[in-house]
């Protein structure tokens, strides 16, 4: 779909997300196979590719939503800020799904060099880096402080160790939410009011989204510290409490629309909100941190916490005391709605900005980019790079042939060992729905397949959420692709959820596509998105993508990550009465293979 074979051999593709992961899950929706034929349609989907979350039914009056980012830039420099803010956002695109969403559930990645670089006896780590021990203990502080203070259960994620992460740290951060069905969609409309409530402005954050996009180097800090954002949990936390009051409002919601603040502060809300409709904004009225910020800069910092609203002139006194109510400050920024569909930006009076909205959405060059994939360049980049003073990890092979022997070796690997100290950090039993835990077993000490929570209290229905992550079979990005996606369905499968009922997200973090063998790389995987969504009847409902993750040292060597392709998902169990873990229960069971290993 959507790619064109040319006479050369070559094929030209439009749009790579668009005409293979989106691609999928518009035609299982629509009930079409690959090759055209008729498939039974996909009727649960509810809003995909166009909110800040992706949405399916849960039953017939509530939905669910699902939304994964990456944070690594900030988090390679500030690992407890960047982490902290990163699911802080992931938390604010569930709030801004719809007509605001209750987010029930986090889920959060960690891709990091191993622990002993940096350490005395260990590998050395590259001027401008931090100790990979020093940032993956301090990420997950960040996202154990923000989830357990705003009440959110993190119940599901991973840990994974390849040296070429030494510069470049991936940070996935996942939210799960529940709203009504009837509030899955929403509006700005002419004449409503901007409103934005919440945090105050302040300069951290500007440029957070350039420095996203940036090449990481070893002076990165000195040029991008001010870019990494100032988090406060217990903000958002009244800002998520004020909202639903007034989704929920006896007469009905008080505001038509919301969103959050994403990389480009207002400017990356109000031009999404008003994008059929023009505005106008004075950015004067923008509650400050601090004086002495520009009109620029009030426009586009990302500074955290902040949702704008568009609410009905009528509804603004109401919203207005909901908001004194929960202690969440509130600016009303001026009005959507432009006689000729434009932005017009105004400080204290004066007309310092105007654009044409038609040009803003659809004025953005697409760039032609050519992209190889080279098999044998392939696999020399492939393989984990996490053993002892470099070189591909090789289990037991170099150890006696005592089975004993093996097993401890193995179970000590970085890629095994266990994430029990990282787990019992996090609340997972917050808000009372957890059904099955991150942790399983006579002592709740051994990791489980997937979490399961009930996201209806007075329902016996239950949500399961897991991930798949196949970093080691990257030397073949497409097989890396299917061995995820199938990873995240059996692992959900695993603990009850009804296979015909899962939907999945993608986030794909690559080293520079700017390299035409990296493009092809990235190719390959989406192909494989394709192709294993159809496979499994799995939709993609969101995802998130960072393309130019590498790290130039200061003597010219570029450290790439792995391709990386995470996949997470969550699955409707029927009755968490028959969910299943993973740890064996009574002696003397049988054990049963289903399917071939090869």
Same mark, same amino acid.
């Given at each position: 779909?959507g790619?064109e074979?040319?006479?050369d ?8 997300l668009?005409s293979?992961v989106a691609?999928?899950?518009h035609e299982?929706i629509a009930?079409?196979r690959?090759?055209g ?6 009727d649960w989907?509810?809003s995909?590719f166009v909110?800040?979350?992706g949405v399916i039914a ?16 900030p988090s390679a ?6 982490a902290?803010t990163?699911?802080?956002g992931c938390?604010?695109?569930v709030m801004?799904?719809g007509?605001g969403?209750?987010?029930?559930a986090?889920t ?7 622990l ?8 050395s780590?590259p001027?401008g ?6 940032i993956l203990e301090?990420?997950v502080?960040?996202v ?6 705003m009440?959110?259960p993190t119940?599901?994620?991973a840990?994974w160790?390849d040296?070429?992460?030494?510069g470049n740290?991936?940070?996935f951060c ?5 709203l009504?069905?009837?509030r899955i969609r929403g509006a700005a409309?002419?004449g ?13 954050g500007?440029?957070?989204a ?5 090449e990481?180097t070893?002076?990165?800090a000195?040029?991008f510290?001010h870019?990494v954002q100032?988090g406060n949990a217990?903000?958002?936390k ?5 909202l639903l009051?007034a989704r929920d409002?006896?007469?009905?919601p008080l ?27 004075h950015l004067d009225r923008?509650p400050?941190?601090?004086d002495?910020?520009?009109?620029t800069?009030?426009?586009?910092s990302e500074a955290?916490?902040?949702?704008v ?9 109401d919203?207005?005391a ?6 969440v400050?509130?600016?009303?920024l001026?009005?959507f709605?432009?006689?000729d569909?434009?932005?017009r ?8 900005g105007?654009l044409d ?6 004025g ?5 980019r050519?992209a ?6 392939g696999a020399?980049q ?5 053993g002892?003073?470099?070189?591909a990890a090789? !289990?037991a #092979?170099a150890?006696?042939s005592r089975?004993? %022997? =093996?097993?401890?070796?193995?179970m000590a690997h &970085?890629n095994i060992?266990?994430?029990e100290w ?5 609340d997972h039993?917050?808000q009372g ?6 942790l399983?077993?006579a002592?709740?000490?051994g990791?489980?397949?997937?979490a399961?929570?009930?996201p209806?209290p ?5 949500l399961?959420?897991?991930?798949g992550l ?20 059996r692992n959900?499968?695993c ?9 999945i997200?993608d986030?794909?973090?690559w ?8 493009l ?8 494989a998105c394709y192709d294993?969504?159809h496979a499994?009847?799995?939709p993609?409902?969101s !995802?998130? #993508?960072s393309l130019?993750n590498?790290f130039? %040292? =200061? ?6 990550? &792995?391709p ?5 998902g969550?699955?409707?169990v ?5 969910c299943?873990t ?10 049963v293979?289903v399917?071939e290993?090869?």
């Amino acid at each position: 779909t959507g790619h064109e074979p040319q006479p050369d051999g070559s094929t030209v593709i439009r749009n790579l997300l668009r005409s293979t992961v989106a691609a999928a899950t518009h035609e299982l929706i629509a009930g079409r196979r690959p090759n055209g034929s008729a498939a039974p349609p996909i009727d649960w989907c509810l809003s995909v590719f166009v909110d800040n979350a992706g949405v399916i039914a849960f039953d017939d009056a509530n939905a669910v939503c699902f939304k994964v980012e990456t944070h690594n830039h900030p988090s390679a420099i500030e690992p407890y800020g960047g982490a902290a803010t990163g699911i802080g956002g992931c938390i604010r695109d569930v709030m801004g799904t719809g007509l605001g969403a209750k987010p029930i559930a986090a889920t959060d990645v960690f891709c990091v060099a191993p622990l002993s670089a940096g350490t005395p006896g260990g590998p050395s780590i590259p001027a401008g880096c931090l100790p990979p021990a020093r940032i993956l203990e301090q990420v997950v502080a960040g996202v154990r402080d923000y989830g357990n203070r705003m009440g959110i259960p993190t119940l599901n994620g991973a840990v994974w160790f390849d040296e070429r992460h030494v510069g470049n740290p991936l940070v996935f951060c996942g939210t799960v939410g529940v709203l009504p069905r009837d509030r899955i969609r929403g509006a700005a409309r002419a004449g409503d009011a901007i409103v934005a409530i919440g945090g105050r402005t302040g300069r951290d954050g500007i440029h957070g989204a350039t420095f996203s996009s940036a090449e990481l180097t070893d002076s990165h800090a000195d040029e991008f510290g001010h870019a990494v954002q100032i988090g406060n949990a217990i903000t958002e936390k009244k800002c998520l409490d004020a909202l639903l009051a007034a989704r929920d409002f006896a007469g009905g919601p008080l505001y038509n629309a919301v969103t959050d603040c994403g990389a480009g502060g207002f400017s990356s809300a109000v031009g999404e909100m008003g994008g059929e409709l023009g505005a106008e904004v004075h950015l004067d009225r923008a509650p400050l941190k601090y004086d002495g910020l520009s009109p620029t800069e009030v426009w586009i910092s990302e500074a955290q916490e902040r949702m704008v609203l568009a609410v009905p002139a009528d509804q603004l006194v109401d919203f207005r005391a909901v908001c004194e109510k929960h202690e969440v400050e509130l600016a009303e920024l001026g009005r959507f709605g432009t006689p000729d569909r434009s932005l017009r930006l105004f400080w204290h009076g004066t007309e310092v900005g105007r654009l044409d909205m038609r040009f803003l959405h659809e004025g953005i060059p697409t760039p032609t980019r050519e992209a190889l994939w080279d098999p044998a360049w392939g696999a020399a980049q492939g393989g984990v790079r996490c053993g002892h003073g470099g070189g591909a990890a090789t !289990g037991a #092979d170099a150890i006696a042939s005592r089975i004993d %022997a =093996a097993l401890r070796a193995l179970m000590a690997h &970085p890629n095994i060992a266990s994430r029990e100290w990282i787990i019992r950090q996090y609340d997972h039993e917050v808000q009372g729905g957890s059904v099955i835990k991150p942790l399983v077993g006579a002592r709740s000490d051994g990791p489980g397949d997937a979490a399961v929570i009930m996201p209806v209290p007075d329902s016996t229905r239950g949500l399961a959420i897991g991930n798949g992550l196949a970093t080691g079979l990257c030397a073949d990005p497409y097989l890396m692709g299917l061995a995820a996606i199938d990873e995240c369905v059996r692992n959900l499968v695993c603990v009850g959820a009804n296979p015909d009922r899962i939907a999945i997200l993608d986030n794909f973090c690559w080293p520079s596509c700017k390299d035409e063998r990296n493009l092809g790389s990235l190719v390959r995987a989406a192909e494989a998105c394709y192709d294993g969504a159809h496979a499994y009847r799995t939709p993609f409902i969101s !995802g998130k #993508d960072s393309l130019n993750n590498q790290f130039v %040292a =200061a003597d010219g060597r570029v450290i790439q990550i &792995p391709p990386t392709l995470l996949i997470s998902g969550f699955g409707i169990v029927d009755d968490v009465e028959h969910c299943v873990t993973m740890d064996l229960k009574h002696a003397g069971n049988l054990l049963v293979l289903v399917g071939e290993t090869s």
